[in-house]
C-alpha cells in the first residue's frame, strides 16, 4: 500500500470514494456534485487529500484534512474532516496508516497539531482515534451553526 497526496490526476478516483463516503453519512449518492466538490478543493489548495493506493493503482480510501489556524498557539491546525477507506479493503490497519500520515503532515508543516470530531454513534471511529493518540476533550463544549 502506497499513502501520497491527491492530486487533478485523481479525480475520478477520489470523487467516487468521496461520494461512497457521504453515502456512509447517510446523504443521497451524486458523483457529479462530489467530483466537482473535490476537484474545487484541489484546484484551489483548500485542503489536503491523502489517498490509500493499492499495487495495482486503484485508490481505496482517502483522508481529507483542511488547514485552520489556533490564534492561541500562533500556528496552523489540521482539521481531520474525512477519513474513508473501501469496505473491500477495511481491517487492513489502512485507516491508521492515513491518520499516521496526516500526523505526519502535521509534524512536517510546524502545526500545532490535528484535530477531528466524529459522532458519538460512530463506534469505529470512537475507538479508532484513542488507538492512535487521540485525547477526547472533556473541557470544552463544541457548537455548531446552520
Known amino acids: 500500500m ?11 478516483q477520489v470523487s467516487i470514494l468521496f461520494d461512497d463516503y457521504r453515502v456512509f453519512y447517510e446523504k443521497p449518492t451524486d458523483v457529479e456534485a462530489s467530483k466537482h466538490f473535490i476537484s474545487e478543493r484541489i484546484k484551489n489548495h483548500e485542503s489536503i487529500i491523502i489517498v490509500a493506493e493499492a499495487e495495482n493503482g486503484n485508490l481505496v480510501g482517502f483522508t481529507q484534512l483542511y488547514p485552520i489556524f489556533s490564534s492561541t498557539r500562533l500556528k496552523r491546525l489540521w482539521l481531520l474532516n474525512d477519513l474513508f477507506v473501501h469496505p473491500n479493503y477495511r481491517g487492513r490497519n489502512i485507516s491508521i496508516s492515513l491518520i499516521n500520515e496526516a500526523k505526519n503532515l502535521s509534524n512536517n508543516t510546524n502545526a500545532a497539531g490535528v484535530i477531528l470530531e466524529t459522532a458519538k454513534s460512530n463506534h469505529i471511529g470512537n475507538k479508532l482515534y484513542p488507538q492512535c493518540g487521540f485525547e477526547l476533550d472533556n473541557d470544552h463544549n463544541y457548537y455548531s451553526w446552520s
Open 2 to 12: 502506497k499513502f501520497r497526496t491527491a492530486n487533478i490526476n485523481d479525480l475520478e
